[in-house]
C-alpha cells in the first residue's frame, strides 16, 4: 500500500525511479513492449527479471543509449513507440524502415509529389504492401534491389480504393517503396526458410549463377526488365542423369503467370530449342528431363514463382569379389559403385542368399563408391554374394549380380 508520502511525491522523481528501475531489464535485451501491461501478474514478472539482473544492472544502465531511456519514459507516460517516419524526398533521402511498421504518404510533402521508403529484403521473401488511400487515387511501386538508380518497377498498384501490393523478391538487398497520392501503407515481409547455394539468377543465359541440387531458386522476371522477363541459371549434368525440376507460381503484383520453368542444352552460347518444361502449365507442376549428354545446361523461369531442381545420378556395381578369408577368418569383400558422377554416396549392404531371400551381413557408408568390408559368413560350403546400394539424396539405388564362392 502506497503511503502518504509516497502520493504526495512529484510525478517527475516517480518517472525517475522507474526509468532507474527499469533500465536493466531494457539493456538485458527484455521486449520494451511488455513495459505496456498494466496487470497485476506482469508486475510480478517484471521484479523477477530485475532481481535476475540486479547484479550487472548499473553497468548496462551506464551503456543504455538515449532512444531507449525515451522509450521507456514514453511508456511510462502511456504512448506508443512511434514507427511511422517521414518518407524521403529522392532516392538518396529514403529512410529506412521495418516490416509491421504503418507509415503515410503526404502528396504535398515534396515538390516532385512522391515520396521515397527503403527496406531490406532477401531472395525469396514475398513483400506485401497493404494500403488504405486517404481521399484521391494513388499509386504505388516496389523498385530494386539497386535503390542508386530507380530504373523500371519491380511490382507496382495504383487505383482509388484499398488494395494489396505483392511483391516476390529475387535477390537480396534494399528495396525503395515509392507512393504518389494522399495514402497510408504497411509493408509486411514474409520470409522463407534460407539455404545454402541459393543464388540470384542473371538476366542472360551466358553469365548464370549455379543452380545446386535440391536447392530451391526464386526468380522474378521484372527485375530484368527492360531486357526481358526471365532470368537464368546453370547446372553441370553427366549423361545417365535425371533431371527433375518441382516449380510453383506465386503471385507477384505487375508478373502475370504462368511461371515459365525450361531446360536447354548442353550448348552454353545458344539455347536453341528446350529439352523440356512446365510451359503453360501450372501454378504447380513437376517434369523430369533425361539427360543424354554430358555438359552445360540452362534453366530459364520467366515470370514469378520458385523452383527446385533435384538431380539423380544413375549407379551401377561391378560383381563383389572375395579378397581371401574363409573358415574362422572372416571374408574380405571388396566391390564398387560406379556412375558417370564422381563419388557415388550412400550404403552398401553386403547380402548373402539364404534360401530365396537375400540377408544383409554387413553393411558400410560410403561417399567414393568404394566398398571394402569384413564379413562372417552365415553358412560354409557354396554361397552367393551380392551388392545392395541405396543411394544418398541424388544417387539412384542398385544391386550388383550375384557372384559365387566356396568358404571352406
Known amino acids: 500500500m502506497k503511503t502518504r508520502r509516497d502520493r504526495e511525491k512529484p510525478l517527475s522523481e516517480l518517472a525517475g525511479r522507474a526509468v532507474r528501475r527499469l533500465s536493466g531489464l531494457a539493456g538485458s535485451g527484455v521486449d520494451l513492449g511488455i513495459l505496456s501491461r498494466t496487470s497485476r501478474e506482469d508486475d510480478r514478472e517484471l521484479d523477477k527479471q530485475k532481481k535476475a539482473e540486479k547484479s550487472c544492472r548499473m553497468r548496462r544502465f551506464a551503456l543504455a543509449p538515449a532512444a531507449v531511456l525515451a522509450a521507456v519514459t514514453a511508456s511510462l507516460l502511456g504512448?506508443?513507440?512511434?514507427?511511422?517516419?517521414?518518407?524521403?524526398?529522392?532516392?538518396?533521402?529514403?529512410?529506412?524502415?521495418?516490416?509491421?511498421?504503418?507509415?503515410?504518404?503526404?502528396?504535398?510533402?515534396?515538390?516532385?509529389?512522391?515520396?521515397?521508403?527503403?527496406?531490406?529484403?532477401?531472395?525469396g521473401d514475398t513483400l506485401a504492401v497493404a494500403a488504405n488511400p486517404l481521399g484521391q487515387p494513388w499509386n504505388l511501386a516496389i523498385y530494386g534491389p539497386n535503390i542508386g538508380t530507380i530504373g523500371d518497377w519491380l511490382c507496382q498498384k495504383a487505383g482509388a480504393y484499398a488494395s494489396t501490393t505483392s511483391c516476390l523478391i529475387p535477390a537480396g538487398g534494399r528495396y525503395l517503396i515509392v507512393t504518389s497520392g494522399d495514402v497510408t501503407f504497411t509493408p509486411t515481409m514474409k520470409a522463407v526458410r534460407r539455404q545454402k547455394g541459393r543464388v540470384e539468377g542473371a538476366c542472360d543465359p551466358v553469365n548464370?549463377?549455379?543452380?545446386?541440387?535440391?536447392?530451391?531458386?526464386?526468380?522474378?522476371?521484372?527485375?530484368?526488365?527492360?531486357?526481358?522477363?526471365?532470368?537464368?541459371?546453370?547446372?553441370?549434368l553427366h549423361r545417365g542423369d535425371t533431371l527433375t525440376v518441382n516449380s510453383l507460381a506465386i503471385a507477384s503484383t505487375g508478373n502475370a503467370e504462368p511461371f515459365?520453368?525450361?531446360?536447354?542444352?548442353?550448348?552454353?552460347?545458344?539455347?536453341?530449342?528446350?529439352?523440356?518444361?512446365?510451359?503453360?502449365?501450372?501454378?504447380?507442376?513437376?517434369?523430369?528431363?533425361?539427360?543424354?549428354?554430358?555438359?552445360?545446361?540452362?534453366?530459364?523461369?520467366?515470370?514469378?514463382?520458385?523452383?527446385?531442381?533435384?538431380?539423380?545420378?544413375?549407379?551401377?556395381?561391378?560383381?563383389?569379389?572375395?579378397v581371401k578369408g574363409g573358415g574362422a577368418a572372416p571374408l574380405l569383400v571388396k566391390a564398387s559403385v560406379q556412375s558417370d558422377a564422381p563419388d557415388p554416396t550412400g550404403t552398401c549392404y553386403?547380402?548373402?542368399?539364404?534360401?530365396?531371400?537375400?540377408?544383409?551381413?554387413?553393411?558400410?557408408?560410403?561417399?567414393?563408391?568404394?566398398?571394402?568390408?569384413?564379413?562372417?559368413?552365415?553358412?560354409?560350403?557354396?554361397?552367393?554374394?551380392?551388392?545392395?546400394?541405396?543411394?544418398?539424396?541424388?544417387?539412384?539405388?542398385?544391386?550388383?549380380?550375384?557372384?559365387?564362392i566356396r568358404v571352406p
Not at 101 to 122: E, H, K, L, R, V
Not at 212 to 235: D, F, H, I, K, L
Request: overall charge positive; hydrophobic content about 30%; proline content about 6%.
Open 260 to 322: 515459365d520453368v525450361q531446360v536447354y542444352g548442353p550448348s552454353p552460347s545458344a539455347l536453341g530449342s528446350h529439352l523440356c518444361g512446365n510451359t503453360g502449365l501450372g501454378p504447380a507442376y513437376s517434369f523430369e528431363c533425361p539427360i543424354l549428354k554430358s555438359g552445360r545446361y540452362v534453366l530459364a523461369a520467366a515470370n514469378s514463382g520458385s523452383f527446385t531442381p533435384l538431380v539423380t545420378h544413375p549407379t551401377h556395381i561391378r560383381r563383389p569379389q572375395l
Open 350 to 404: 553386403i547380402q548373402e542368399q539364404s534360401g530365396h531371400r537375400w540377408i544383409s551381413v554387413a553393411h558400410v557408408r560410403t561417399t567414393t563408391g568404394v566398398i571394402k568390408r569384413r564379413v562372417k559368413a552365415i553358412h560354409r560350403g557354396k554361397l552367393r554374394l551380392r551388392i545392395r546400394f541405396k543411394g544418398a539424396k541424388g544417387w539412384a539405388s542398385s544391386t550388383s549380380k550375384p557372384t559365387t
Open 79 to 123: 504512448a506508443s513507440p512511434a514507427h511511422a517516419v517521414t518518407g524521403g524526398c529522392s532516392v538518396q533521402t529514403a529512410p529506412v524502415i521495418q516490416s509491421g511498421q504503418t507509415q503515410t504518404s503526404d502528396s504535398s510533402a515534396c515538390g516532385g509529389g512522391s515520396q521515397y521508403w527503403a527496406i531490406d529484403a532477401a531472395i
Open 208 to 236: 548464370t549463377p549455379a543452380a545446386e541440387s535440391n536447392v530451391t531458386q526464386y526468380a522474378n522476371g521484372m527485375v530484368c526488365r527492360p531486357s526481358g522477363t526471365t532470368q537464368y541459371w546453370s547446372m553441370s
